[in-house]
């Protein structure tokens, strides 16, 4: 058996919430249903690669509790075929996430992060992980505790693998203070509101790019919702179409873990050959079809991910810079 890829990330429990209108401040409002599914940005993106991949070509680095949610986000993610052997375990609750979706498929994300913190970067010294990290081709950094990104990312890096860093929270932290770990990353995906975070610009167009010149060859990729996303490498930024739900026929539901399957997505791509446009448009098919879906985890299996492609019948890649 050989590891395609090892992913790094918080593991949830998901409470969600659909209201048709988010309350105001002070306001009560009637809540429609409520689901109870595995989440988590690091778990999420790991099924969404192995829906991809195959059962047994994607291991989680991750922490859980000592509870019920453990033994069911276990189950879980076995059965998507995780591989779960770097999962390491606390004397503390698993983590959870409260979140609120509106009848546009807009949310509000409240995370209860517990075990998440408790990952600790000496497991990333033990015989195990040395050996998923010598087999894997690809590496994904998303959202564990900084000094696990730091140190696996630089592993990685020195073992010759692609790196893809999504940093999530940590893009608060400016360009200044993660430079030393973009350093040793190949590609960095965020989301508009995090390009603006880490490159100090509010135009994500000119954020992208500049991000972009910051290493030779690091690939940036900013997702933007409908809009597809722009894909900046050496200052040249490229703008990558996703589809039209509503043109198929399809309605948002919610957006939760959308940008979850496109990381998911777009590194099973880059393991299969895929050059970095068509890995990226690819993505994007993956997280429009996940926002037809109630769960967090409705990223789509490799055939209903081709099924989908089929319906676009020309991609046009525009050269914005």
Known sequence: MTISHIVTGVINWDKTIFVKRFPKEGEEVNVER??????????????????????????????????????????????????????????????????????EGRNAVMTFRQANDILNDRTLESKNMLTNIGEAPLVTVVDPPIEVAKKLIVMSAANQKIVVWAPGLLSSSGIENIMDIIDNVNFLILNESECSLISGICDSLSGCNRLSLKKNNLG??????????????????ISVPTADLVERGLRKVNTVGAGDAFIGTFCAMKILGKDDLESIF???????????????RGSPTIDELIEFRKSVKKVEYRKLL
Do not use: H, M
Not at 97 to 103: C, E, P, T
Not at 282 to 296: F, I, M, Q, Y
């Open 34 to 103: 409520v689901i109870d599914i595995p989440g988590g940005k690091g778990a999420n993106v790991a099924v969404a690669s192995s829906r991809i991949l195959g059962r047994d070509k994607v291991a989680l680095f991750g922490a859980l509790g000592s509870d019920f949610i453990a033994d069911k986000q276990l189950e879980v993610l076995r059965n998507e075929g995780i591989l779960t052997d770097l999962i390491q375990f606390a004397r503390v609750p698993s983590g959870q996430a409260y979140i609120i979706v509106d009848s």
């Open 220 to 237: 940036v990729i900013v997702t933007r919702g409908e809009k597809g996303c722009i894909f900046g490498n050496n200052g040249d930024v």
């Open 282 to 296: 690819l993505a994007n098919l993956s997280g429009a079809l996940k926002v037809t879906k109630e769960e967090t």
